[in-house]
């Protein structure tokens, strides 16, 4: 039982990390390397928000969101935007961009374990006996939200459909009017509030350190990869089974797995089936 | 029309010398001889007289790295530039080879001058086993791949213990002396830098170029384009293994840090700055980011900041790089004509 929460709970942390990751790479082809830093960068943000600025803790929540999700158009529209299509460059770049703001923000002294952010709501209940706090029960229920609502956002609005005929056939987008550089700085801002929001509400559970935002990558590429890059619902998939599996991992072998666990995912995935277990990459993108 | 008279382009013209100088026949007189072994002179001896000119405690220190990851950036552009193999782990080769040179140093006292190219032949070896199963992958999985290789065995050796676990092995012996240590790397430099540029003009090097430029050409020809990839894998990881296994009889020391992000970032930096396909460019460019980084070292992380804005700007605004755009300069000339 205890698995089966902390699991659920874990994995809907996974997705939470890798819907941004997966959105931008879905409709814009570009790996973003910088999804970690922004994820880390907006915890930070809010704290400064909340501690520094005085502001209300809703409020500080929503202006994280914001300026993250400028931050994100901005580094697209000034660096991206220059070499999108060029693989290679696209993630010397953007992985450039996430060690320099990881790197800035550890020199700019934000570093320690002094920064955390509050609980929404503070307590815990038990389930079948197991004890839970609020907190986690709010990630699961927003995360679950988050899904719907992006489900929603890209059946039902024309920019969501714009997005959507991008990421399926970008010159056929713009044969029909849909300018691909907006909508790629859209994706971009998409994204990067996600990363905020995955920030803000999985941040209450522990502190904020520089650290994280390498993890938070890596989990969030092996998400993507293990659930097929490009496919939003592979990645749900793929967030529920490398989170069981990490907290089985947990239970049976130890804490120092955890990150193996999805290392490896991303490894025997990667050799086994490159285009994960949704991916509609054509085989000749990926392999010869 | 007022425009039409002072409309200007500028052309670029080959310089006589190079013209005539293409085809080695064509070699006149000493000017012309100059012409063409001046730069490859200024490269050899400038790097053979800098432990000269450079004495005291702390440049000493700083040439061998300078020249390791100059091999590491030299090992990246081979793969990257003439392979089509973006592999954004150099940190893994360098783990591999600093770790299996210090067990063959620790365990069975071999002495550095033997160990380190046993650990580059055996570790490259071992590189290429490793790596053998995503050769088929290409780009943006090849590249996601490579860097997690690294990351993965540090998490391994960390979770597992095994290898000194977090503290690394210690009492690793040094190179005898310091001259041994910086004329060791700097001949190794220049050695593999004239092999590979060499290699890359041989037959195999224009299978090599070709795989990078359409795989399934060469596919077609009725080659084995895995075959020719490992092999190339093969050679670069054998570079990557020698960097690390001096590095790890430099620093006397071989942890979980050699596997660390360094290792895969400075060098690529170093070729994107110096300019990726012309193999002397990442070692120029090397030759410009380690010292500014080691001067930067005072600064702690903000040198991480520094060198990878420069790489966000270099990549973004200017991504021929240094040495493409010096090599014009000394071939061609510029001028502006009115049309």
Redesign the interface.
């Known amino acids: 039982m205890e698995i089966l929460i902390y699991g659920t709970i874990n994995s809907v942390a996974l997705a939470l990390y890798a819907l941004g990751f997966a959105l931008v790479y879905g409709i814009s082809r570009l790996p973003n390397f910088a999804h970690g830093a922004l994820y880390v960068l907006s915890g930070f943000i809010a704290w400064s928000a909340l501690h520094t600025l005085g502001f209300n803790y809703l409020f500080s929540i929503l202006t994280a969101m914001v300026i993250t999700a400028l931050i994100g158009a901005v580094i697209y529209r000034v660096f991206l935007i220059r070499i999108r299509g060029m693989e290679i460059s696209e993630i010397i770049a953007s992985y450039a961009i996430a060690l320099a703001i990881l790197e800035g923000l550890r020199w700019s002294g934000f570093k320690g374990m002094t920064y955390t952010l509050p609980a929404f709501i503070g307590g815990s209940t038990s389930i079948a006996g197991i004890s839970v706090d609020y907190q986690r029960i709010v990630v699961v229920g927003v995360g679950a939200l988050l899904v719907a609502l992006l489900w929603l956002f890209t059946h039902y609005t024309r920019i969501g459909l714009a997005l959507r005929g991008m990421a399926q056939d970008e010159r056929a987008a713009l044969m029909l009017g849909i300018d691909s550089d907006v909508m790629a700085i859209v994706a971009m801002a998409l994204g990067s509030m996600l990363a905020a929001v995955a920030a803000v509400l999985l941040l209450p559970l522990g502190n904020i350190v520089v650290e994280s935002g390498y993890n938070v990558l890596i989990l969030a590429i092996a998400v993507c990869i293990v659930g097929g890059l490009g496919s939003w619902m592979g990645a749900v998939l793929a967030a529920f089974i490398i989170g069981f599996a990490q907290i089985l991992t947990v239970v049976y072998l130890g804490s120092h797995f955890q990150m193996v666990v999805a290392l490896l995912a991303i490894i025997l995935t990667l050799i086994l089936k490159p285009s994960g277990l949704f991916g509609q990459q054509k085989e000749l993108e990926e392999r010869v | 029309m007022n425009t039409a008279t002072t409309q200007r382009r500028k052309e670029r013209i080959d310089r006589g010398i190079k013209v005539r100088s293409d085809g080695l026949y064509a070699l006149m007189s000493w000017r012309e001889l100059a012409y063409l072994v001046a730069p490859r002179a200024v490269l050899i001896l400038g790097l053979l007289a800098l432990p000269l000119l450079m004495p005291g405690v702390y440049w000493p220190r700083v040439i061998p790295i300078v020249c390791i990851y100059a091999l590491l950036a030299l090992n990246f552009d081979f793969l990257?530039h003439y392979v089509g193999l973006?592999s954004?782990g150099g940190a893994f080769f360098v783990g591999v080879g600093g770790y299996i040179s210090a067990i063959l140093n620790t365990h069975w006292g071999w002495s550095p001058l033997v160990a380190a190219p046993v650990a580059a032949l055996s570790g490259g070896v071992v590189c290429t086993i490793l790596l053998l199963?995503?050769l088929?992958?290409?780009?943006?999985?090849f590249?996601?791949?490579t860097l997690?290789?690294p990351?993965?065995l540090a998490?391994?050796i960390?979770?597992l213990n095994i290898l000194g676990g977090t503290d690394g092995i210690l009492g690793v012996d040094s190179f005898p002396s310091a001259w041994v240590e910086q004329y060791a790397v700097i001949v190794l430099l220049l050695v593999f830098l004239f092999a590979i540029r060499r290699l890359v003009n041989t037959d195999l090097g224009l299978v090599l170029r070709a795989v990078k430029d359409n795989?399934?050409a060469v596919?077609a020809s009725g080659m084995n384009?895995?075959h020719y990839k490992a092999l190339a894998v093969l050679i670069a990881s054998v570079i990557g293994c020698l960097a690390g296994a001096c590095l790890v009889h430099i620093y006397m020391w071989a942890g979980i840090s050699v596997f660390a992000?360094d290792f895969s970032?400075l060098p690529?930096?170093a070729t994107?700055i110096g300019g990726g396909g012309t193999l002397v460019g990442p070692v120029i460019g090397c030759l410009i980011l380690v010292p500014v980084s080691e001067l930067l070292r005072d600064?702690?992380?903000?040198r991480?900041?520094f060198y990878?804005?420069i790489?966000?700007g270099f990549?973004?605004?200017r991504?021929e790089g240094v040495m493409v755009y010096a090599q014009r300069k000394y071939q061609q000339f510029e001028r502006w004509k009115t049309i």
């Not at chain 2, 600064?299 to 903000?302: K, M, N």
């Open positions: 990257a973006v954004l199963p995503c088929p992958l290409r780009g943006v999985y590249a996601i791949i997690m290789y990351l993965f998490r391994v960390e979770a795989d399934q596919r384009i895995t992000l970032v690529i930096a994107v600064f702690g992380t903000l991480i900041v990878s804005l790489l966000l990549i973004t605004f991504s």
